[in-house]
């Protein structure tokens, strides 16, 4: 026990308080150490944050401290109360390592909000045999302090997108930074609605938002919008990996009605177990894959001119120049609207719409797209995964901002991890 002590008044030092002695709880699960003021040191308001003169003192509380050697340890003090002239009240005093009512302390909060980063929270809970709701508190002790001291400084590059969290079309909006030298979440909203992205804005400020260069969304009218009325300054880039998507989409849903049309006919089964073949990219096919396309390819089929319309599609990706890029998309469209393939037609009259959108990938060099958003909301589909889901939006947010948002951590007088 007088180890115990030496080592927390060498590492884990609190100004005008000691450690006075450690010893073993009436059951031997956990060890009780308790602290005391030095001598003339003068009790500090929990409201102004300065010295006050004592009041007097209430009963002796427990504040969970990090566990030594397989043991809970807890920390126990008399608090003080204080008769605050320049508040005019009698509060509590302010002591180091608790915050508020909270039973854990700061340290331990910290320990467990980073033990979180890495599992689950459930695992965090059972590992250092605590609860989930302590360790709720803990992350959401570390999140809000993080918001409340993290610098936006310049925002350059800003990506949006949307993420299915539960069954019924629930979605949450996140928006990320994706300047070259910093990617991190800026903003959790929910639902995938105009009300939820302007809250972004709201909580960012014109002064930040005037000065955003970039951004990088999907086709989602909503965003769209909002986009226009809050960055209309900015060089607003549609993401190529969604107009990618919604093309292979697009020609799945051709595969499946010729294939259909084919069976009710009863025609040769060609199109059947063919569906990966169509949307694989090329230099990812196996070499008996190659052999059966090329096989398909000599069919007739709608199938297999609505495929030839993608490939070809993906040479736009190849030019450097916004003029010539804007050319070969004219008449790919041009194309595609003679093929007499609706769900590509399709496409087309959506690529035509927003053409001028899709150019500003090439006008901004091909610096930017959305392929870090991608890549982010693959980490936050993760993170939700770890947990198997959230069951309210407040945890979901805590610990999207606690994996993603790179927040600043409250300050410790020594690193238990």
Known sequence: ?????????????????????????????????????????????????????????????????????????????????????????????????????????????????????????????????????????????????????????????????????????????????????????????????????????????????????FVCSDMWEPYLKVIREKCSDALHILDRFHIVAKMNKALDEVRAAESRLMASEGLMPVLKKSRWLLLKREENLKTEQRFRLRDLLRYNLKTVRAYLLKEAFQQLWDYNSPTWAGKFLDEWCRQVMRSRIEPMKKIARSLRQHRHLILNYFRAQKLLSSGVVEGLNNKAKVTMRKSYGFRTFRALELALYHSLGKLPEPECTHDFF
């Open 1 to 213: 026990m007088l180890q115990l002590i030496t080592i927390l008044n060498r590492c884990h030092r609190f100004p005008g308080f000691v450690y006075q002695q450690a010893r073993f709880s009436s059951d031997h699960k956990c060890i009780e150490i308790a602290v005391r003021p030095r001598k003339g040191s003068a009790a500090v308001c929990s409201r102004c944050h300065q010295p006050a003169p004592g009041y007097d003192q209430l009963a002796e509380r427990r504040f969970e401290f990090i566990p030594f050697w397989g043991f809970l340890v807890f920390l126990l003090y008399s608090m003080r109360r204080v008769d605050c002239r320049r508040c005019q009240a009698v509060v509590v005093e302010e002591v180091p390592w608790g915050d508020g009512k909270r039973t854990l302390t700061r340290a331990y909060m910290l320990f467990l909000a980073r033990w979180a980063r890495r599992l689950c929270w459930k695992e965090t809970a059972e590992a250092f045999r605590t609860s989930w709701d302590k360790v709720f508190d803990a992350v959401e002790h570390v999140v809000t302090f993080g918001l409340e001291h993290r610098t936006l400084g310049q925002i350059d590059a800003i990506g949006v997108d949307e993420i299915q969290y539960a069954k019924g079309h629930k979605y949450l909006t996140l928006v990320y930074q994706i300047d070259l030298g910093i990617t991190r979440l800026l903003w959790v909203g929910k639902e995938r609605t105009i009300e939820s992205f302007q809250g972004f804005f709201t909580a960012i400020g014109d002064e930040v938002a005037s000065k955003i260069v």
